[in-house]
């Protein structure tokens, strides 16, 4: 008797779990692990559609309506020497119509025990070199962003990891500020949105995902 194709499938996908079969996160084509998020630069876009019918970026980045400051995503796991960039985004929704300029700044808040014991700290707020390499770990454009109303911005983040990075967690605090010269962009000025938190764990070990279907 001829076995059930149906039964046959069922048993090839047992195996296929059971296996733990795990696919490598995205890197480029080089192997060197570096990853990229949607990035499209520092632009500006309508966000509206128009109607053409194609999604605003509102819609592209899966936000709620009247979002106005947000990170692409507001977390990483990577290994030392490896890189990655992803857009911050500013939506000029102000009930007043008018263009302004957004500049946004990462400020180091916080790392777990595992650095602290590695840069010899006891606090981390007395830890000026800690402080000046986590700083070192992101770049973008200090510039102001020039966003019409209605407009969309998005500024590029590129976040990469030094090979001699201690293994842990690394925290920031992002500000967004509306026509404040990014010199001046700190806590206190911080006038666009809320506060975002940022992180990026430094692993010893690639990250694996698995992927069970």
Do not use: W
Request: aromatic content about 10%; overall charge negative.
């Amino acid at each position: 008797m001829k076995p059930c194709p149906l039964v046959l499938a069922v048993i090839i996908l047992v195996a296929v779990a059971a296996s733990g079969c795990t696919s490598p996160p995205a890197g480029d084509e080089s192997g060197n692990g570096n990853q990229t998020a949607p990035s499209l630069n520092d632009t500006n876009l309508t966000n509206a559609t128009n109607g053409t019918g194609a999604e605003s970026p509102a819609d592209i980045f899966d936000d709620r309506p009247g979002f106005i400051f947000r990170l692409y995503q507001d977390s990483f796991v990577m290994k030392a020497n490896r890189s990655i960039s992803f857009p911050l985004i500013f939506n000029n929704v102000g009930e007043d119509n008018l263009t302004h300029n957004y500049t946004a700044r990462f400020v180091p808040s916080e790392v777990d025990f595992d650095v602290k014991a590695a840069y010899l700290c006891q606090y981390f707020s007395t830890c000026s070199e800690l402080q000046s390499d986590m700083e070192s770990f992101i770049a973008y454009n200090t510039s102001p962003l020039e966003i019409a109303p209605g407009f969309v911005g998005l500024r590029e983040i590129s976040l990469s990891i030094p090979e001699n990075a201690s293994a842990g967690l690394y925290m920031y605090g992002v500000m967004g500020c509306r026509d404040v010269p990014y010199e001046q962009c700190t806590r206190t000025t911080a006038n666009f949105g809320p506060i975002l938190p940022f992180s990026v764990e430094v692993v010893e070990y690639e990250p694996i995902i698995r992927n069970y279907s």
